[in-house]
T-cell receptor
Framework: DAGVIQSPRHEVTEMGQEVTLRCKPI?????LFWYRQTMMRGLELLIY????????DSGMPEDRFSAKMPNASFSTLKIQPSEPRDSAVYFC?????????FGQGTRLTVV | QQPVQSPQAVILREGEDAVINCSSS?????VHWYRQKHGEAPVFLMI?????EQKGHEKISASFNEKKQQSSLYLTASQLSYSGTYFC??????????FGAGTTVTVRA
């Protein structure tokens, strides 16, 4: 298995634009997590899914953020409109049992 | 709610030991430890379940005191390869895996 795949790896966008981050989890994993990493706050949990159903989105910072998981092999995190303070590395992770496997992350820069 | 880690950073010389602490205000089902190298994704080290288990990975071990909702990660006889940021992840009974701010470990020759 290729592991958790995220795209794009890097994204630079202008303030106010819509940004969509994508994640393909490991096949067979039933939990999917979205995290945001910054120097100040470390790894923040934004939302997680179980069997494609959102379980807890209390970490989503604002209504500008939304996440979907239309099927077991794909999830998106969307920011609309984007702001400079959204600049961070966004990680997707999937999990079946104890270990969570992380993707390589998307480095988002909003200018 | 994110667990609290301490210290924020530690600098070691090869062969020295260090302890990283993690605490939570809520009753935990498990504690996870991950290590992240610069520019890479976090990688799983170990999980500790309720029951005070102490586990190991190479010369890295950890303990979990469920009464105090605290876990400690022990880096013994540190090697250059131990450098990175260590994250404590806590889980209640709902598979919600939340991480702390991390502890940056620098091991120097």
């Amino acid at each position: 298995d290729a592991g958790v795949i995220q795209s794009p790896r890097h994204e630079v966008t202008e303030m106010g634009q819509e940004v969509t981050l994508r994640c393909k989890p490991i096949s067979g994993h039933d939990y999917l997590f979205w995290y945001r990493q910054t120097m100040m706050r470390g790894l923040e949990l934004l939302i997680y899914f179980n069997n494609n159903v959102p379980i807890d989105d209390s970490g989503m910072p604002e209504d500008r953020f939304s996440a979907k998981m239309p099927n077991a092999s794909f999830s998106t995190l969307k920011i609309q409109p984007s702001e400079p303070r959204d600049s961070a590395v966004y990680f997707c992770a999937s999990r079946l049992n104890a270990e969570a496997f992380f993707g390589q992350g998307t480095r988002l820069t909003v200018v | 709610q994110q667990p609290v880690q301490s210290p924020q950073a530690v600098i070691l010389r090869e062969g020295e030991d260090a302890v990283i602490n993690c605490s939570s205000s809520k009753a935990l089902y498990s504690v996870h430890w991950y290590r992240q190298k610069h520019g890479e994704a976090p990688v799983f080290l170990m999980i500790l379940l309720k029951g005070g288990e102490q586990k190991g990975h190479e010369k890295i071990s950890a303990s979990f005191n469920e009464k105090k909702q605290q876990s400690s990660l022990y880096l013994t006889a540190s090697q250059l390869s131990y450098s990175g940021t260590y994250f404590c992840g806590t889980e209640l009974d709902d598979y919600k895996l939340s991480f702390g701010a991390g502890t940056t470990v620098t091991v120097r020759a």
